[in-house]
């Protein structure tokens, strides 16, 4: 009997695990640098969370939770998406006694029982920040730049802000019944989805995978704003503006999930078939006091990993560091093979990458691996040289060989 992994997900095996690395690398560097801190939270929580958290209405709790009950009786969901379940750790943790505003950033798998395709899976990665605390527009401006600075620092070009505001409650529930308006002569015409939207929860039609694209001429929320949420609005985009961030508004922009206020916002790119969101974000002034925290307000972002990753593929992005072996050691004889396990515990101790033939093989195969390992040099010890002190170190970009003294070889290799 022969296993498969579990549709919609993905082995990432070592040749790809690097571009994760460095994605992770250059989103914590940013993340540092803008003074956000690593939280680590469940991959799991109650159900209830994301019902509360993310609304009852919306695509990813109605249909796609990977929900299960566990030994104990009780419901549990694999999560969804990142911010909820910081939300709860934020709320339960007391991080809201801080003085300062929270920052904060995640990484992990998130789990949507969606149909899979290129750059949708149901076992997908964000990085993700939210920062509680602020009602101040240019922590807004922030939390996008910095989302801005991970993409392109990856190396990804043509990527869009597409930035909207979805208003506060009274401007929402005003904009609603414009929007029913608008939306009743097509009524018949939708999916059976947005049909049931329609009452329950009207701007998620907007939002729709089947019929979003058919509201160009839908009217603006940005016209149903009251002078707060506007002045908020337009101070977020003086300040994108102070950054020199570029950044489009999109006023038929929503957002898949509820629990949004004010500032929404997508990073959107060309390549990867129909869809165009590599990450998406927004403010949630209402979501801590939701689930039972204090009235808090909170704004973030989460980054779909595989998503840019295809993007990098599409555009091939060069990495930098390919992390190449230093060495690699080919031990001829014996007596030159026990000398190869002292150097290379040597060379590891010394902060080198080494590596060495572990089967036995001729010269020339083990010439052949250490090209398949892209090594700088390969270090061959014979018994001959064994005898003398030295080793033979040919740089294997240039074919250049030099005879070395066992004794300085790796400070040698270290210099150049
Ligand atoms: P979201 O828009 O649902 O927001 O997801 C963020 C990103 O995750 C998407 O833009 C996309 O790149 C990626 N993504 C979503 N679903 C999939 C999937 N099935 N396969 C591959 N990638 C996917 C959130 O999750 C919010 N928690 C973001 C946030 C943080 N808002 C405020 N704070």
Known sequence: MSYQ??????????????????????????????????????????????????????????????????????????????????????????????????????TGPMFRYEQPQAGRYRQFHQFGIEAFGSVDPTIDAEAIA?????????GIRDVTIELNSVGNAESRAAYKEKLKTYLQPMKEGLCKDCQSRFEKNPMRILDCKIDGDKFHDAPSILDSLDEACLSHFTAVQDALMAMDIPFKVNPNMVRGL????????????????????????????????DIGGPDKPGIGFGLGMERIMLMM???????????????????????????????????????????????????KAQMKAADRNQARYAAILGEDELLQGNIMLKNLSTGEQEIVPIASLIEHVKRT
């Open 146 to 154: 910095l989302g801005y600075y991970i993409i392109t620092d990856l």
């Open 5 to 106: 992994k579990p549709k919609g997900t993905q082995d990432i095996l070592p040749q790809e695990v690097e571009k994760w690395q460095y994605f992770e690398q250059t989103a914590r560097e940013w993340c540092r640098r803008f003074n956000y801190k690593e939280i680590r939270v469940p991959i799991f929580e109650n159900t209830d969370l994301f019902i509360r958290g993310v609304g009852e209405t919306t695509d990813v709790v109605s249909k796609e939770m990977y929900t299960f009950e566990d030994k104990g009786k009780r419901s549990m969901t694999l999560r969804p998406e990142g911010t909820a379940g910081v939300v709860r750790s934020f709320v339960e943790n007391k991080l809201y006694a801080e003085p300062d505003v929270t920052k904060l950033y995640y």
């Open 258 to 289: 509820d629990y949004y206020t004010l500032t929404a916002f997508e990073y959107t790119c060309e390549g990867i078939g129909a869809i165009h969101t590599i990450g998406g974000g927004g403010r949630y002034n209402g979501l801590v006091g």
């Open 313 to 363: 593929d599409i555009q091939e992005v060069a990495l930098p560091n390919k992390n190449p072996l230093d060495i690699y050691f080919i031990g001829l004889g014996e007596q030159a093979d026990k000398e190869v396990t002292r150097l290379l515990y040597k060379a590891r101790n010394a902060g080198l990458r080494v590596d060495k033939d572990y089967m036995q093989r001729k010269m």
